[in-house]
C-alpha cells in the first residue's frame, strides 16, 4: 500500500513531528507536512477570528485532498499537527478490514475526570445501521469494553488520526459547513455505507495549547 500522511499544519507540536518521524511503514510513504492558513492572522477565541479557523481548517484538507489525488496513493494517513501517534498506526490501522479506521483520542476542553473520546458507538455491526450516528464511547459507558474487544465497528469521529483509503477519499469531498466541517463528513461516510473501524490500541496523544497532553484512559 502507498501511503500519503498528511499534517495540516496550525499549532505544530514537537511531539507531533517527531512522532510522525518515528512511524513503522514497510511501503511507500510520503509525508506531506502543509502549511496553509490563508486567515491565521485573523484567528482568536470567538467571532471573526473563529470563522477564520473554519475557512483555514477546511481550507487545509481541500488542498491535502488535491495533493492526494494527484498522487498514486492508496491510502491517506491524517495526523493533525497536535496529535500524538504511537509507532505502530499505520500498521494497525491498515490492517483493518475498513474503508476509514480511527485511532483513539481525548478531544480538548473536556472535564479532566470527564474525558471524551473521539471515537463513536456504531448501534448495529456493520453493515447495519441505524439513521444517526452514535454518541463517544466514553458517554454511555462503552470504553472499557470496546478497549477490552480492542477491534471494533464505529461510525466516526474525528480526523485527529485517521486512514482514509482511496474510495472514500475520491466519493466524499471535504465541503463546506457553518463550522468545522470534519462532522459533516463523517456523517457522510456514514451514510454511504462505508465501513468505519478503530483499533483501540491506537491510543494517541492531544496536546492542549498550554503543553498538557492528554491520553486516553487506562
Not at 496550525?10 to 486567515?39: I, S
Not at 479557523?53 to 484538507?61: D, E, F, I, S, T
Not at 488535491?66 to 493533525?80: N, R, T
Request: proline share 7%.
Amino acid at each position: 500500500m502507498d501511503v500519503m500522511v498528511f499534517c495540516p499544519v496550525l499549532r505544530l507540536e514537537p511531539e507531533t513531528v517527531r512522532a510522525m518521524c518515528a512511524l513503522e511503514w514497510d511501503g511507500p510513504l510520503t509525508v506531506v507536512w502543509q502549511r496553509d492558513n490563508p486567515e491565521v492572522a485573523e484567528l482568536g477565541l470567538g467571532g471573526p477570528g473563529r470563522k477564520a479557523g473554519y475557512r483555514n481548517h477546511l481550507h487545509q484538507y481541500q488542498r491535502g485532498r488535491e495533493v492526494f489525488l494527484k498522487g498514486g496513493y492508496d491510502a491517506m494517513l491524517v495526523i493533525e499537527s497536535d496529535i500524538i501517534p504511537p509507532a505502530d498506526t499505520l500498521k494497525r490501522l491498515a490492517a483493518l478490514p475498513a474503508d476509514v479506521a480511527y485511532g483513539v483520542y481525548c478531544f480538548r476542553g473536556m472535564k479532566p475526570d470527564r474525558p471524551v473520546v473521539n471515537v463513536l458507538e456504531r448501534y448495529y455491526g456493520w453493515p447495519y445501521q441505524a439513521k444517526n450516528v452514535g454518541d463517544p464511547l466514553t458517554v454511555r459507558g462503552l470504553y472499557a469494553e470496546a478497549c477490552r474487544q480492542r477491534i471494533i465497528d464505529c461510525s466516526g469521529s474525528g480526523l485527529g488520526c485517521v486512514l482514509i483509503h482511496r474510495k472514500v477519499v475520491e466519493e466524499v469531498p471535504f465541503e463546506a459547513e457553518a463550522g468545522f466541517f470534519d462532522t459533516a463528513w463523517t456523517q457522510a461516510v456514514y451514510r454511504g455505507g462505508y465501513r468505519m473501524m478503530a483499533d483501540m490500541a491506537v491510543r494517541c496523544g492531544h496536546v492542549e495549547p498550554s503543553g498538557v497532553v492528554l491520553w486516553p484512559p487506562f
